[in-house]
């Protein structure tokens, strides 16, 4: 159990950090934190693959959202075996109040990331904030 | 996209021979298809650690289900990272009338699993029919 709680405190820090980079929009450093072929999910059916596609994923979200998007996590639930762990996450967007208007996207979402530890770090290999729902696409 | 359906295509194939022997009972070859130190989530709060484990609460759910139960899948997802993928599956349970009437659990759920390739053969680490649900409990 202890164990399983310092692989959460981990993740946690590293989630949260990834938060404050995309908020400062640092995302040279934030993809530092995804695995070379990491995979996230842009929209559904949209997907970028690798720290440089994804680095330029993150850019032209934090434009559609007016360059105003504040990720928040709220409920986890975090899924450990060995050195592979799937993260439920309840996510809020936050962004400026015309950027919510003019999204099609919920900005409530429970989110699924897989974070597998490479080299000793926690690195997240997949990012699909929007859950099970895509199954609804 | 070609290795992408290949994988797909293998993880299917997998997923199928595992419903097959939930169905069949033949928990020693099923727990063969997950990693040493995969996860089940067995119900909300009650998670199963390794093969051993993951055997004893496959032999429970289907004393639970009436020896009747049949899992199938329908909508599914692929989000692939290299060696690892988490599948998003739209799940229906089949049981006998009896057991459906006398579970608490739902018989239709969004589930989440986490496959990654060891020695060349796709295994299951993580095992979460309850999807993005664990959240609300």
Request: proline share 1%; glycine share 4%; aromatic share 10%.
């Amino acid at each position: 159990m202890q164990e399983q709680n310092q692989t959460e405190r981990e993740i946690k820090q590293i989630i949260d950090t990834c938060d404050r980079l995309i908020q400062a929009e640092k995302f040279d450093e934030l993809v530092e934190f995804y695995t070379e072929d990491a995979v996230l999910v842009v929209k559904p059916g949209m997907e970028a693959h690798g720290r440089e596609q994804i680095k330029q994923a993150f850019i032209k979200i934090a434009a559609y959202f007016d360059n105003s998007i504040k990720p928040i996590e709220g409920e986890m639930v975090y899924l450990i075996a060995g050195d592979t762990v799937l993260v439920l996450a309840q996510t809020f967007l936050e962004a400026s109040e015309a950027a919510v208007e003019n999204s099609e996207f919920s900005m409530e979402r429970r989110a699924t990331y897989v974070f597998k530890q490479v080299d000793g770090r926690w690195l997240c290999a997949i990012d699909n904030s929007y859950g099970t729902t895509l199954l609804e696409n």
